[in-house]
């Protein structure tokens, strides 16, 4: 793999970006030159702390609390990103969840909630990203999404809506490829990140089933550990490079080779 080329002068959105793997791509693009603007839902201390560490980088960065799950909170975050660093050229969307509920016990509300938390809420933001990365003639589009679509064993609307987030992938970047503008996915596996915080979503897994937790099953992972926050985002930097502009609509799986 090529060896990006510093991104500087460049503005990043990242989405759920005040722990976990959104924490550590906002930082590996702040270390690559990227003014970066870190975004969660309700962590106001957590976002705050994320920007500091992206400014550490010697970068301007600064957080926005929105639930992009939303229409307008997703525009209000394009909007106040591009009032502050004058343009988005990359946007990384990484909110999303991955909850077990059985088919029969899932209710309408919590089909759409997750639709909304794992799809929606890129399409929001892309679409309110998009019009800067069009009129500069060069854009990164990066969706990280999950495996649940390709394996059973998991709920239906966790699955169905990991497989319409490659769908989306692969629309937006067939339909932007012409115009400098790359959209690709990455799908983590079994990373190293602390327990889920700040869930709005509920697990209701049956009693028996094999453990839920990535330390429980990381047998099933080939290289035989977890993967760490700053493997994966090593592949979206590289993915924002100019290194990767014949790259997109394309699936990187960074797993350690759990799935193929």
């Known amino acids: 793999m090529t060896t990006p080329a510093p991104l500087v002068r460049r503005t990043a959105v ?10 550590a791509i906002a930082n590996a693009l702040a270390a690559a030159g ?18 500091a560490s992206c400014r550490e ?10 639930d992009v799950s939303k229409p307008s909170a997703a525009v209000d975050l394009i909007d106040k990103s591009r009032s502050a660093f004058g343009a988005v ?14 088919l029969l016990e899932l209710s309408d509300d919590e089909w759409h909630k997750l639709m909304a ?7 929001y933001c892309i679409k309110a990203a998009l019009p800067d990365m069009l009129a500069r003639g060069w854009g990164r589009i990066i969706n990280v999404t999950g495996h649940a679509y390709m394996r059973s064993g998991v709920a239906a609307h966790t699955s169905a809506s990991k497989a319409a987030a490659m769908g989306l992938t692969r629309a937006v970047a067939s339909e932007v490829a012409a115009s400098g503008i790359t959209c690709n996915e990455m799908v983590p596996g079994f990373m190293d990140t602390e327990p889920r915080k700040h869930k709005y979503y509920d697990d209701r897994k049956p009693a028996g089933a094999r453990p839920w937790g990535a330390v429980e099953r990381v047998r099933e992972v080939p290289q035989g550990r977890m993967g760490r926050p700053d493997e994966l985002a ?6 924002c490079s100019d290194a990767a502009s014949y790259v997109t609509g394309q699936t990187w799986m960074v797993n350690g080779g759990l799935r193929w």
């Open 34 to 51: 990227v003014a970066v603007v870190v975004n969660a839902r309700v962590d106001e201390d957590g976002v705050r702390r994320a920007a």
């Open 57 to 66: 980088h010697g970068v301007d960065s600064m957080g926005v609390l929105a």
């Open 89 to 102: 050229d990359i946007l990384v969307n990484v909110v999303g969840g991955s909850p077990y509920v059985p």
């Open 117 to 123: 938390i794992n799809v929606d809420s890129m399409f």
């Open 14 to 23: 990242v989405t759920g970006s005040s722990r976990g793997l959104g924490l």
């Open 234 to 239: 090593a592949v979206c930097v590289f993915l």
